[in-house]
Structure formats: structure tokens, C-alpha cells
């Protein structure tokens, strides 16, 4: 039904549409829509848009002329000058802007304005409003009129306030809130960074600047609460207040917009409606979160069974996957070495270890056997004239490759065909590389163009891989992803729902704002805020053609920041002027990686438990502080902490000669209605035994939200503060591989788990919760003023808990005696070890450490009993 307007009349209309109701009401001034607490309000004359929640506005369209809702014509050239940076050479020619609603009409599922503009064509912007739900609907503008099809620009812009923050976009290098900046979403090659030189201006990322980005994702978080995404593969730019300081433009590369709008009141809120959205990961495997090492050394005839032998095991270091990377493709780096690769794969596996080999989604010309085949069969994307397109691969210095046309299911099984060559030769996952490239006058076999293609690709190259490991799947069905990793280098927006790794490229070795170590915590920051929740870089950087190789300080820092990423990744390769260094060359350096990949094993339940709530919720590992603290000002623009999972707040150190006195901003709720929180300093009162690589925690003080935190770190140190209050669920310290192996001298995850140890941080009044993945609650409740009570439920059969207690001891008295159901009273043990060591229900202790150590193997629960 199309409805002319009336200005003298007015008339209230009332659709019950499925799933959501809605209502449309008019006056003289405006069409209202209501669906809700959530309001949009269309003024006729001039037209403006408003959306409301609750009668609050949460967005106001501006009214500046070029800024507000309108389309318009982008005349120019584009030079795809190096693989996927396309420049731009053009210029908007003819702009026009939305003016009056001439009509309207609706149907059960939308509602269409009709908007004139100054267009003297007397095109027309047909704006359509639909799939409304609660606190959320989506908008297409559309050109209505005759020869529409020139038009290639598409936006509208809001109002926005100096104090307004924005957040997402997808992995992004150089900002968290991008206030002040352009944000264009288009794939590319990360950047080439200029290292030292970087004076700390996040301009200077090469070639593309602080726009560049493998994983672009236009989602839009505001600190006040609501989100907008575009539902597009094209290219779009958010101008974030950068050419008008009070107007957040969003603009689309089409003759057409289209976009999402989330009308919230906080950034968690949104963030579950848009990862509702956009969907959720599988959870990895476990060894995904172990220690990676790049084990073989290609400048050496040492295998990697005899590294694992003869260095890993010797010196008790943890590792359960060797990153093996062998290319397959572009150009068969494994062929004539299919047995030899498939005997050590096989070995390794019988000692805990798998393997990842290496794909990408380009082929060499000059690689016949898989080429030819591939070429003649029309598996590639074709140019404007039909014919195969090829490009260079990593600029003219190289060689010619083409890339595989995943439009074309045949091509898809093809290739899947080759990943299933790597799963033969007992490879468990692979690198999944680049995917940045796909040219924009391409042409693929289904009829898409370049220019969506170029984003587009990266779903459909990772669905290849996702759908062939699915079929490998030993518990199809189920929360879990098949016993694979492949982690991906490039994505768009809801990449989760085909992927469960990222990794963020290339980084520089040095201590970079723009692509060394400090950028890459922020990438994965944003990364995982627009919802990939596995995150990591390869520690050490990968390129220093600019800098010296990675020195042992910067190999320390990085360990350090992988240790509380997503994915803890050694790269011990790279590309620079002569061979990398490794941080096992470093006096320190074995060491050093030994603490952190001996803590990242013990934190390997609570990491698990972060990747269940993962896959449950959508919220990622590392965690920017907007999803917890969006009411802090001092939280909001940190771009290098964040927080660790559920209770851990990390502060990886990311200047060069910092030791001492490195400030970590401790949040606060800053909310009427909730206190808090409060903070404790983990890393600080970590005792490290050099023995079996055990951490022990102590009971420090007690920090209020709201302030630095200055502390030491050295460089074994890896900055965590915990909520108080949190019961963290920890791993044995022994355990060396998180994978089964048949040799059974390996110590497997498998074979201690039973051995469930509780680092329980507990608040200024005693009590602490936790969780684990495997079990329900643990609890600890100062019941009475000289009693604590301990409960476990949901815990699988047969676990000895042992519990590390830190709080308030001193002052809430001091431990006298532990009992277990049945009144009986356990014994005091001698020491930690000697409690260790019983193999009885006892408890310890720790005057040093303020901890009482209590371990339970028959019972779950116990009651503490306190003496002043
Ligand atoms: C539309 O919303 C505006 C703002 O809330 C209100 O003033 C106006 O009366 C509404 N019109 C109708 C027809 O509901
Ligand atoms: C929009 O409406 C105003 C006020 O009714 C009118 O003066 C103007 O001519 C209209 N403009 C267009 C482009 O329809
Ligand atoms: C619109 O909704 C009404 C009432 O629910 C239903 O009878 C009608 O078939 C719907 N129309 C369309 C086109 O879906
Ligand atoms: C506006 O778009 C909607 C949704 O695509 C469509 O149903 C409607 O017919 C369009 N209106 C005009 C005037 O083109
Ligand atoms: C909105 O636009 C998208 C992309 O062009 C299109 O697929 C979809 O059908 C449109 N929906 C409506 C209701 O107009
Ligand atoms: C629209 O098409 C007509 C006829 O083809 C042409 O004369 C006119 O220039 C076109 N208008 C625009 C804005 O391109
Ligand atoms: C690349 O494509 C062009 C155009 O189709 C062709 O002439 C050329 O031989 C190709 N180059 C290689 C290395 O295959
Ligand atoms: C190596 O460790 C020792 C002992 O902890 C320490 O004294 C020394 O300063 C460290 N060296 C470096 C380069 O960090
Ligand atoms: C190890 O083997 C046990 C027993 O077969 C099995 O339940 C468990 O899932 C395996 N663990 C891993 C990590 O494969
Ligand atoms: C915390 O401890 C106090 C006693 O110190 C107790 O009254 C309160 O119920 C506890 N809170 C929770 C949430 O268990
Ligand atoms: C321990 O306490 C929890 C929580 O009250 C309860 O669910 C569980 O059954 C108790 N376990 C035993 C063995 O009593």
C-alpha cells in the first residue's frame, strides 16, 4: 500500500508483523515508527532522521549539507598499484542530499519512506526500514529514478559529541577509539611498517597508512552504548568526526546503503545482539592453546623430533604444536618430501606434538602439475577479458601466481582435495595465508565483481577449509571444532562462524605504535571486539628490514604479551636483512620463554573456560575494557591492556628500558549501581619454582578501580592483576603437552587433569566464585566471622582439588584448622611440597606467601576455621 501524504491529516497505522510488532504513526511532521522501546522518527520536511530508546535519542542524523543522508557520483581511477593496496585517483562529481518525505508505504515486515532530493533529475531516495526487533532493525536506501545506475556513493551521517568514542571496525593497528580518524574496510597486506623511524604517530603504517588492515569488519561500537554495522561486502569508510569535528559519517562504495542499527544502551549489549548476528566460533581444540613453536630450523639438519628430544624435553619446556608451515601452496614445497613429512608428523604426534602445514589461496604459474589442471578446468578468476587473471605475488621481485575462484564449487573441491593431501601426511591444520589480493576488475565464475569480491573472498576461502574439516569431524554436531587448527591471516566481518584462529600478520620486530609489538595487542583488541575471539601475533615480529633483529628484551616483552593472547605464537622465522634471531639464542632466553609457556600451560583451564563463554557469548579472550568498564573514562582510550578472559586484567609491557615503576590503569565501574571493582596484583607476588616451573600465588594489597597501579617488571614478568573475588581453575605444572601421546614418558594434560588446582583470589570480606569449563562453581563464603566455607559442584568424578587461598588473612585471622564433611579435621601439612608430596587431605600455610594451601581428595567441600 503507497500512501500519498497528507500534511493536514493524521493517521496511526498498526502492522503485527512476525517476529517483532511495530507501528507506524503520522502527523503534519513527521512518520514515526515505533517497535519497542526503540523509536524512529522520519521528519518529512527537511527530512531528518531520529532514533530513540526509551524517548532518549540515541542517534540524530546531522543536517550539514554533504553530510547527512544523500548519494552522489565518485568520478576516477583506480591503480591497483601492489597486491590488494588499491589507490584511489578521483574525486565525488555530483552530490545530492535527501530533502522531503513524498510518501510512504509499508507492508508486515517494512516500512518505505520516499525522500526527494536536490537532485535536478528528480532521483529519489527510497529509504526502507525492516527486520525490526528489540533494540535493533536494519535500513536500505535505495536511488529511485530513472539511469540510478550511475551512482556509486551512498551515506549518512550523525551527530556526535566531543566525548563520544568509537570502537571495532575490525582488526585495526594503530587506535582503539578511532575518534578523530577515517576507517576505510577494505583487505590488505598489513604494512610494511618503518619501524624505528615510527616517531609514534600512527601515520605511518606503509604503504596504506593507519587504514590498513588483513580483517576489515565496519561495525561500529559508541562508549554511549549503540552499535551500527554495514551489511555489505563493498567498500565502505566511517569518517569518525575527522573532516567535521561533530559528525560521524558513514559512507558506502555502491549505488545503495545498507546497514544495521543496534539502538543499546551499553557496549556489551551490543556487542551480544551483533555477535548474535554474525554468529560464534567453534571451540578449538585444546592444543590450540598451548605454547607454538616454530621448531624446525631451516638453516639446520636438526628435525624436529630430535629439537622436541633433545632441547624441549631437556629442558622441560611445554609445546604441543610445531609450526611446521610448509608451503603446499602457491607452489608444492612438499612434493618429494611427502614421506619424510608424514614419518615425522607421525612421530611427533606420538609424543604430544602436532603439526600445521601452510596454504594460501594462490597458485604459481609455473607450478604445472597443479596449474595447468586447475586452469583448464576455469578454477581461477578470470580478467575483464575472460582470460585467467594473474598477478605478482609479493611484488615484482617475485613470481606470477592466480588465484582460486571459490565461487565455482568444483574449484572448492579441488582445492579442498589439496587440504585433504596436508590431512594425509598427518598434518593437523595449516597457516591459512593472504586472501588479501583478489583484484577489483576481476571477474569470478558466479558473475561478482572485483569490487565485492575483494572482501567477499576471505568468507569463502574459509568456508572451503571449514566445510572439508567438518567432515573430519570425530563429534559432528557438537560445540567443538574438529581437532584442527588453521589459523587465518585475513577476514571480514563474521569470520567466527568459519574460523576459530587469527593471527595478525606480519608485524615489524620492534616497539612500534603503527606494526611492531604494541600495535599487534591493539589489532587483537579490535579484532576481537568485532568478534573473533582467538587472537594473537607472531611474538618476535616477522619483518626487520628497517630494524635490527629482535633483541632479547623485545623477544622477552613479546612472550610475555602471547603468554595472555589468544594464541600464544613463537615466530621464529621472518624476513629481514640476515637471519633472524631466536629468543632461545638469548643468555635469558630459554628461560624466559620456559616461565611464560609454563604459565600459559597452568592458566590452560581457566583459557579453555574463556573459549567456552567464547563460543556461548561471543566475548573474545582479550578483551577490550568497553565491554566492562564503558562508564570509565581512564579505561576507555587504553589500547595495549586489557582483560585477560573473565577475572584477569594484563598489561603487557610494550616500551623499550621500562623496568620499573610501568603503570597499569586499574577500571572502575563508575555506575550508581554497581561498587567496584576491586584489583589484586597477581604478577607481583608470583613465586616461580625453577624445579617443575610451578607458580605459587601470594596475598597482596588490595587495589580500588580508578587509578595507575605502578609496578616492577622485570622481564620473566608478564603484568595481571584479578578481579577479588575471582577463583581462577589451574593445571599442573608438569604437564608438557596438552594432546594425548602413545609414548608415555610425555606428561599429557589427559593424565594429570585430575590434579584441578584453585588459585582463589578472594575479596576484601573473604568470599570468591569461579567456574570452570568442566565445572560448575567453586565457591569460597566467609559464612560466619570465624568460619570460611569451600564448595565445588558439577565437578567431574575422581578430581583432587588443591586450593591456593589469598586474601585477607592477617586481619581476618589466621588459619587454624580445615574440616571436611563429617567434622573430621585434616592435618597439617609441613610445607606445600610436603602437602604435595602426601597424597592425603591436608592443608598448609604459607606465612610468606599469606596462602593457605588446603588439598581435598575425597571431599569437594570443606570448612576453614579462623583464629585471631
Ligand atoms: C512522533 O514522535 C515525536 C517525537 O517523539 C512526537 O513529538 C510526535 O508527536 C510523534 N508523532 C506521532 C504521529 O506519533
Ligand atoms: C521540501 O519541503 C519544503 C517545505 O514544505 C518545500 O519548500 C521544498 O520545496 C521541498 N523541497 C523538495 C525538494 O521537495
Ligand atoms: C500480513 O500479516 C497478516 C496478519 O498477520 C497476514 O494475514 C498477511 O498474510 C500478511 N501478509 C503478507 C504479505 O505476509
Ligand atoms: C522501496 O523499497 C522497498 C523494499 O525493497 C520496496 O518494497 C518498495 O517497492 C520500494 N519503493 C519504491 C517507491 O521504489
Ligand atoms: C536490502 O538490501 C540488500 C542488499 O542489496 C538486499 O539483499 C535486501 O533484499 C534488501 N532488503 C530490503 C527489505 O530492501
Ligand atoms: C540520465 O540519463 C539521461 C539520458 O540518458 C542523460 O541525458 C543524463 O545526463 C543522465 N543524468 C545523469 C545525472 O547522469
Ligand atoms: C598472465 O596473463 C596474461 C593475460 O592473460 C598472459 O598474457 C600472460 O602470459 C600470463 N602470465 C603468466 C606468467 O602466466
Ligand atoms: C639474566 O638473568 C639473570 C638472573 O636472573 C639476571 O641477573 C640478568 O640480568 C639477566 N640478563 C638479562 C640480559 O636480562
Ligand atoms: C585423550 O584420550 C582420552 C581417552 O581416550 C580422551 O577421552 C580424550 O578426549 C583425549 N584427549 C585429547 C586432547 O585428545
Ligand atoms: C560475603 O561475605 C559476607 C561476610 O563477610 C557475607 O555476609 C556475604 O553474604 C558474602 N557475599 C556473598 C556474595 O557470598
Ligand atoms: C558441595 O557443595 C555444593 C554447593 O552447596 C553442593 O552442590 C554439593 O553437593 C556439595 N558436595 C558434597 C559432596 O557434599
Redesign the pocket.
Known sequence: MLRLLFYLLSSIFIISAQPFPFTVKEDDASVNVTFGESKVIARK??WQLQMLLNDQPILTEAVKSGKQLGFGIWDGVYLDIYEGYLFRLGWISHWYNA??I?SWSSSNHSVSLLV???DPNGRQINVTLFDFEERQFRMNATVVGSNASDINRFSIGFSTPEEEGFYGFGERFTKCNQRGHRVGSWLEDGSWGLGLFDMATSSLRVPAGEESTYCPMPILYSNFGYAIQFDTYYRTVFDLAKTTDDVMNLEQETDQLNLIFFLTETPPEAFSKISKINGRSLIPPLWEFSPWNQIHDENSSVTSVQRIEDFFFKFDIPCSHDVNTVHFFPDGGEKGREDELKAQNDKLISLGVKSTAYFNPMVKTTYAELYDDAAAKGYFLKNQNGDIYNYTYEGAMSFFVSQVDFTNPEAVSWYQAQLARAVNLSFHGWMYDYGEYTPYDSVASDGTKGLEMHNKVSHLYQKAAFDYLLRLDQTPGDSYAPDYVFYVRSAYTAAQRYTWAQWTGDPSSDWSYASGLPAQITASLNIGLSGMPFSGSDIGGFEWYVDLAPDEELWSRWTAAGCVSGLMHEQGGGKGLGPKTHIFDFPNGTSTWRKFAKLRMQLFPYIYTQAHIAHETGLPIMRHHILHFWNDVGAMNQEHQFMFGESFLAAPVIEQGRTTNWPVYLPSYRSSSIEGPTWVDVSSNFQYDEDDGRYRIGSGKYYDGGYDAFIDVPLDRVPLFALAGSIIPIADPRIMTLNNATNSSVITYESLKHLRYLWVFADKEFNATGHCWDTNLYQLIHSKADELEWFVSGSPPGYTHILQIAGPWTSSGLPSQVLVSGGSGLKGADGWKDLLGSNSESFYYDKEQEVLWVQLIEHTNATIVMQH
Do not use: E
Open positions: 520536511a527537511p530533502k522531503n513524498t526527494s532530493s536536490d
